[in-house]
């Protein structure tokens, strides 16, 4: 199998981008960005370390949970996780981070990279408090670029459409993916109980 490994080669197979393409790209948030980001309840953050390896982790929260601070800064909440860190710890060695913003039903999506810093300032940390509770720090992300993303990929998978989505109960719950992946000794059934309880004490 044959590789493709300069930029060259891969222009001369794809040809060049289109002029919007490469004009929809902005340095800071217009109205229609902030807009998206107030009402996207999901962003996927991509990062890497210094040596390459790259990782991605979702965020979830409330519509509009990303805190626009600026046209060129916004601030996302560290809700309770697993302390695995690998996307901060990525961001300590390496503060390029590219974000995915989701609205759901929406095909289109926001792009959004720039360079992100780790934060547990306490103000702005109060400023995320849910039911009393604040986020154990608040990702900075200096904006660099941001512009939407054409619908295609959505389209093709059919990803809000209900009809096309797999029946839950064809496929394995957490607790059974767990057991089999870990060999643990618990049954399914409480791998699964345990994780609604985690759940239901730990969300924000």
């Given at each position: 199998m044959d590789f493709?490994?300069?930029?060259?080669?891969?222009?001369?197979?794809?040809?060049?981008?289109?002029?919007?393409?490469?004009?929809?790209?902005?340095?800071?948030?217009?109205?229609?960005?902030?807009?998206?980001?107030?009402?996207?309840?999901?962003?996927?953050?991509?990062?890497?370390?210094?040596?390459?390896?790259?990782?991605?982790?979702?965020?979830?929260?409330?519509?509009?949970f990303v805190a626009i601070l600026d046209d060129t800064?916004?601030?996302?909440?560290?809700?309770?996780?697993?302390?695995?860190?690998?996307?901060?710890?990525?961001?300590?060695?390496?503060?390029?981070?590219?974000?995915?913003?989701?609205?759901?039903?929406?095909?289109?999506?926001?792009?959004?990279?720039?360079?992100?810093?780790?934060?547990?300032?306490?103000?702005?940390?109060e400023t995320f408090a849910i039911e009393g509770r604040v986020p154990a720090t608040v990702l900075v992300v200096e904006i660099k670029a941001c512009y939407m993303h054409c619908a295609k990929a959505f389209m093709r998978s059919k990803l809000w459409a209900p009809e096309s989505w797999p029946a839950r109960e064809t496929l394995p719950t957490l607790g059974q993916i767990l057991r089999d992946q870990v060999a643990l000794s618990e049954s399914a059934r409480q791998l699964d109980d345990g994780l609604d309880q985690a759940y239901a004490k730990s969300m924000w």
């Open positions: 493709i490994t300069s930029r060259e080669e891969l222009r001369a197979h794809y040809g060049a981008a289109h002029v919007l393409a490469i004009k929809k790209a902005l340095p800071a948030l217009d109205h229609h960005s902030k807009a998206f980001i107030a009402r996207s309840p999901f962003v996927l953050i991509g990062s890497s370390d210094m040596a390459g390896n790259g990782d991605v982790t979702p965020k979830g929260d409330r519509p509009g800064t916004i601030a996302i909440p560290d809700r309770p996780g697993n302390n695995r860190l690998d996307t901060f710890e990525n961001v300590i060695e390496n503060p390029a981070v590219g974000l995915l913003f989701v609205i759901p039903g929406m095909n289109e999506t926001l792009r959004v990279n720039g360079l992100g810093r780790i934060t547990a300032d306490m103000a702005l940390r």
